[in-house]
């Protein structure tokens, strides 16, 4: 079956960039109606969806973070990623990255999460 | 956006008991594009129920999903200990993409 797995720094520098990947195995980003999006979870908080890549490579984000957001894929590599840049205290959380498609609609599978703190 | 807002914040409760939590969006969910999660300290989210009321692969059919428009109930027939946890609703008809603030499950 379909695995998840986030990857990159746990710790990152205000006004940084926060790079993380996420590597799928047992499918291919690419077969599919699939959409392949980031949450992140505050510490102690609820959930908030950042963004999607859609199978085909269009992307959508959310509003709130859409002019810092960048997610993209590699196809080579069976990986989705997510750039966000100039970074704060308030973008500490866990990341997860998730698949959902166009049957099912809500997210079917979930990597484990990365905690990422932005601190100097 | 739809904010989903969920109720009660936190539900105390017994094993074996039934359990029902609310979720109201401020505007009609798309074509009851709404599911819930069920997480575990430390955990990723687990999908429970979607389209509203569909059981997810693999999901007990003690949990029950119901409710259009604006008001959604999951329904815990039976609980068990492993159900103690926080659960979220989502809605996924409407971008942004939206959860509610979760209500906290706790043995009694």
């Known amino acids: 079956q379909v695995q998840l797995q986030e990857s990159g720094p746990g710790l990152v520098k205000p006004s940084q960039t926060l790079s993380l990947t996420c590597t799928v195995s047992g499918g291919s980003i690419t077969s599919g109606a699939y959409y392949w999006s980031w949450v992140r979870q505050h510490p102690g908080k609820g959930l908030e969806w950042i963004g999607y890549?859609?199978?085909?490579?269009?992307?959508y984000y959310n509003p709130s973070l859409k002019s810092r957001i960048t997610i993209s894929a590699d196809t080579s590599k069976n990986q989705f990623s997510l750039r966000l840049s100039s970074v704060t205290a308030a973008d500490t959380a866990v990341y997860y990255c998730?698949?959902?498609?166009?049957?099912?609609?809500?997210?079917?599978?979930w990597g484990q999460g990365t905690t990422v703190t932005v601190s100097s | 956006e739809i904010v989903l807002t969920q109720s009660p914040g936190t539900l105390s409760m017994s094993p074996g008991e039934r359990a029902t939590l609310s979720c109201r969006a401020s505007q009609t969910v798309t074509s009851s594009y709404l599911a819930w999660y069920q997480q575990t300290p430390g955990q990723a989210p687990r999908l429970l129920i979607y389209g509203a009321s569909s059981r997810a692969t693999g999901i007990p059919d003690r949990f029950s999903g119901s409710g259009s428009g604006t008001d959604f109930t999951l329904t815990i027939s039976r609980l068990e200990p492993e159900d103690f946890a926080v659960y979220y609703c989502q809605q996924y008809g409407s971008s942004p993409i939206t959860f509610g603030q979760g209500t906290r499950l706790e043995i009694k």
């Open positions: 890549i859609y199978y085909s490579g269009s992307t």
């Open positions: 998730a698949r959902s498609d166009d049957y099912i609609g809500a997210m079917d599978v």
